[in-house]
């Protein structure tokens, strides 16, 4: 951590004031743990803060301490741009770029505030008087661990901040096992732990919390698998129908791309989701190794994210869109 941004977010933070945190859209765990964690962390110091997310958080998330008190601000539009607005100092967690924050990114851009933005994405935007960007992190709550530990608050990482940062960590490095994975995340885990947080349940709340339901729409994605051996790829898609089919809600098809990852010689999957209320396929690429699949997202699919782990999105068909991934796979020199 750059000791004179440090320094800088010190000296903003030094009174008691007003601040928003704000994470991405469909927030995964590392968003709802970094957002989360920081709260615990800063409401010691007694500042007045508002959690905000751009739409609601997935079920499995719904035990962290506090979740309640998230503004789900496409729920509560005008009152929840009212807070934004009343908000000094904005932290922006666990993305890059306004856009990110769906519904919030009109609130973002006319609202002018001391901004921070806390990331491990490539290419961020620079709306921010203090930017923490480092893609070497896996998650960004191991930076939020860092940030505390920068600034001299360690001891203020309590039970509650830890259960928060170490859910992110948990799901954004795959149970520690993705590449990102440094010795540094185990020893920031190994403090976390002593707080006295019980990771045997959090782990559960986090992956053993689905209906049967979700467990047939896994063995759905995998009937659709289609797998290009010579191309080291392999995709799977859920239509909207068999979403409907199994009672989907969100969530639901969480970690489902890294499935194909575990068949032999595959180093680049990816999923194609039909969202017929949004109008879009969403699409989640994952890759193994030298692939990158955030410039393959940003290239052809409208999106981006990590070399391993990126996400996008096609406003043609399932099928169109499908014929162009299979089109770009067939010319992959992988
Ligand atoms: P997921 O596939 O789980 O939705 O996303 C994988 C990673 O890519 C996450 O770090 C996520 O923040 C990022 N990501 C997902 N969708 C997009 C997108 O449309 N644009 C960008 N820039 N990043 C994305
Ligand atoms: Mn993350």
Redesign the pocket.
């Known amino acids: 951590m750059n000791e004179a941004l440090l320094e800088k977010l010190r000296t903003q933070l030094a009174n008691p004031g007003k601040i928003g945190i704000v994470t991405?859209k469909?927030p995964?765990g590392d968003a709802m743990g970094s957002s989360l964690g920081l709260y615990h962390l800063l409401k010691q110091f007694g500042h007045k803060i508002e959690i905000f997310t751009p739409n609601r958080y997935p079920e499995f998330l719904a035990w962290m301490p506090e979740s309640e008190r998230v503004v789900v601000f496409d729920e509560q539009n005008s009152a929840a741009t009212a807070l934004l607005n009343s908000c000094d100092t904005i932290f922006t967690l666990?993305?890059?770029?306004f856009h990110?924050a769906g519904d919030m990114e009109h609130a973002l851009k006319n609202k002018s505030a001391f901004y921070v933005m806390v990331d491990h994405?490539q290419m961020p935007d620079t709306y921010a008087q203090i930017t923490f960007s480092d893609t070497g992190y896996a998650s960004t709550c191991e930076m939020i661990y860092d940030l505390a530990v920068g600034l001299g608050w360690q001891e203020y990482v309590n039970k509650d901040v830890a259960a928060c940062l170490y859910t992110g960590i948990v799901t954004d490095t795959g149970s520690f096992r993705f590449a990102a994975t440094k010795p540094s995340t185990h020893l920031a885990v190994a403090y976390l732990m002593q707080t006295g947080i019980d990771h045997a349940k959090i782990y559960s709340n986090i992956h053993d919390n689905f209906s049967a339901d979700r467990l047939q729409l896994m063995g759905r994605s995998l009937q659709n698998l289609k797998v290009f051996p010579e191309k080291k790829t392999a995709y799977t898609k859920l239509s909207q129908a068999e979403l409907d089919a199994f009672n989907y809600v969100k969530g639901d098809t969480e970690g489902l791309?890294n499935l194909a990852l575990s068949i032999k010689g595959i180093v680049f999957a990816a999923i194609f989701i039909e969202h017929t209320d949004e109008k879009i396929i969403k699409i989640?690429?994952r890759s193994q190794g030298d692939f990158d699949v955030n410039q393959f997202?940003r290239a052809h699919f409208?999106?981006?994210?990590?070399i391993n782990?990126?996400?996008?999105?096609s406003n043609v068909s399932l099928a169109e869109t499908i014929q162009k991934f299979e089109e770009l796979v067939l010319n992959l020199d992988i």
């Open positions: 991405h469909s995964d666990d993305f890059n770029a990110r994405h791309v989640s690429f997202a409208n999106g981006g994210g990590h782990a990126a996400g996008g999105k």
